[in-house]
């Protein structure tokens, strides 16, 4: 672990996603009070879902996919003394904001003077320049980063993911996670998946070349804007029945992408290989793509 992510601060899990449903848990039984939790939407769901089902209060910046994010930068930063959590999934799911670790570092400051937390989402970020997360920096106070096994490694189904935070932050999620929270197997399979050096370096060149490859054909066969990440694309749509039709038509083809339709967003996974990406070409190429879209 600490090898892979510059960091020997972490706590393994069984997925990113069991970390989720805990912080609320640990705000509130290390603070003694409800949280003011700043989020950006559109943005990975389980955050939103897993603070209102403790009854914190949530505090939503939106930000429209594609769009230059210096005004949202800007409104979080007017909004900073106010909130005792902000949290932030770069790159973001599924609109690929990326934020800058100069930026991150400096709201994790100030937030960290009020004593608030600023927890990090980077399950989506093992396929971009390693330099670009914040584990090294994990043991700062305030700070809570998450990383997940299911994404990059494709291995959703063995449930693991990292906590990295202070010991303080690390020690009293443990005790919340009870006993043999990671079975063996999965510890024994992560292991291997964070030492296969050689293994990282092929799929993340692979990974490069058809997140390209799908950019391109989704701007070269639809006329809609595409905002990509390395290992998804997104459509934005101007009608939320626009997002509709093109899923459902997918769907019948057994193409299977993720909606976001009150955001007008069409989220379209990495395809595994060339032929799938061939079979993605065809089902666009139908007449009612390419006369309406």
């Known amino acids: 672990m600490a090898g892979y992510y510059d960091s020997t601060a972490g706590l393994e899990g069984p997925g990113s996603q069991h970390f989720i449903q805990l912080l609320p848990t640990l705000f509130r039984m290390q603070r003694g009070k409800t949280a003011n939790v700043g989020l ?11 603070w209102k089902y403790h009854n914190h209060n949530l505090v939503f910046f939106e930000h429209k996919c594609g769009e230059n994010p210096d005004c949202l930068i800007t409104e979080i930063d007017a909004a900073l003394d106010d909130l005792d ?48 997360s914040l584990c090294p920096q994990a043991g700062l106070s305030g ?27 690390r020690n009293d999620i443990r005790r919340l996670q009870g006993s043999w929270p990671v079975s063996g197997p999965t510890l024994w399979l992560t292991e291997q ?28 066969q639809l006329n809609v804007p595409v905002v990509s990440s390395q290992l998804f694309s997104t459509l934005v749509f101007k009608q ?17 992408t993720r909606i976001f339709p009150k955001a007008r967003l069409l989220r379209v996974g990495l395809p595994d290989s060339e032929e799938t990406l061939h079979r993605l070409s065809l089902a666009l190429n139908c007449e009612k793509f390419a006369t309406e879209y």
């Open 240 to 256: 939320e029945q626009e997002a509709c039709e093109i899923f459902t038509a997918l769907a019948s083809k057994g193409i299977l």
């Open 85 to 132: 959590v902000l949290i932030v999934v770069t790159p973001n799911n599924p609109t690929g904001l990326h934020f800058p670790r100069e930026t991150l570092l400096a709201w994790r400051e100030r937030l960290d003077q009020q004593g608030s937390w600023l927890i990090v989402d980077e399950a989506f970020i093992d396929s971009q320049e390693q330099h670009e």
């Open 40 to 50: 950006i939407v559109p943005t990975y769901s389980d955050h939103i879902t897993s």
């Open 193 to 220: 998946c964070l030492q296969d050096v050689n293994w990282h370096r092929w799929a993340t060149t692979r990974i490069k070349s058809m997140s390209q490859s799908l950019h391109e054909q989704l701007n070269s």
């Open 143 to 169: 700070l809570i980063i998450l990383r997940s096994i299911g994404k990059f490694f494709g291995l959703a189904g063995i449930r693991s993911g990292f906590l990295f935070a202070s010991s303080v932050i």
